[in-house]
């Protein structure tokens, strides 16, 4: 079991997608140990308010798939999906894989000097995104982290809180204007590989707006992105 080695990553910066997840289950201690054991700038991971107001590090809304059990995250106490044992690529359970929570990922994002960049899953209160953002401050490592998301909202509360924050919006196709919306509000561009052009990568870097393109599993693709300037590919196994 290994990663899928680059021939030149130039300036490019890989990050682990939940960890390597082609070589340990998504999103699981083990998985987070197996990037920073490796050369990954960053190791990526979400996170979901759970019914007791706390966060657990967990992909789907619901947790059957890696679980076999039909139940519905963000509607469950913390204690009981810690409880769920995940199973791993056997179908089998192990007991080292479970759901961590988010200051087990930082503690082992820093141990091992990795970026922590961290999903804020779903459209959280404004309140939440705060308490993440004291989470990172108590860890002392809230400049390791980019914190990324699909809502807009979530990013801005960030922004609110802490203005210099590194932080990626992510979307699955790029809309016009976008480039100069983030530029605007500070953030930078994470988005599908589908919609990754040397024209988009470029109009992006005019806006001083960074680019990632999640998630690359192809040595051939990913060698073209690096070739195009991409600053950051998010990858399942190649390192």
């Known amino acids: 079991m290994d990663t899928v080695k680059l021939a030149n ?3 490019t910066k890989m990050v682990a997608h939940r960890g390597v997840s082609k070589l340990e289950r998504e999103n699981t201690m083990p ?44 509607e469950q106490e913390f204690d009981a999906l810690r409880k769920l044992p995940i199973r791993d690529f056997d179908e089998q359970p192990r007991v080292d894989l479970y759901m961590p929570s988010l200051e087990e990922y930082i503690k082992i994002c820093k141990k091992y000097g990795k970026i922590a960049v961290l999903e804020l899953k779903n459209s959280m ?31 801005l509360y960030v922004k609110e809180k802490h203005p210099l924050q590194k932080v990626q919006f992510l979307c699955s196709e790029y809309t016009e204007g976008l480039a100069e919306k983030l530029k605007k509000d500070g953030m930078d561009l994470d988005i599908n590989r589908k919609a990754v052009t040397k024209e988009l990568i ?11 393109a999640w998630t690359v599993d192809e040595a051939e693709q990913a060698q073209s992105f690096i070739d195009m300037g991409i600053d950051y590919i998010t990858t399942n196994i190649l390192e």
């Open 31 to 74: 998985a987070f140990v197996a990037a920073g054991n490796r050369s990954y700038w960053g190791i990526e991971t979400d996170i979901h308010v759970t019914r007791d107001g706390r966060f657990i590090v967990y992909h789907d809304d619901n947790t059957l798939r890696l679980t076999g059990v039909d139940s519905v995250v963000e």
């Open 202 to 212: 470029d109009l992006c870097h005019e806006n001083g707006v960074e680019v990632n």
């Open 125 to 155: 209160p404004r309140e939440k995104v705060f308490e993440v953002c004291d989470i990172l401050d108590s860890s002392d490592y809230r400049e390791g982290v980019v914190l990324i998301s699909f809502d807009y909202d979530n990013l």
């Open 9 to 11: 990553k130039g300036n």
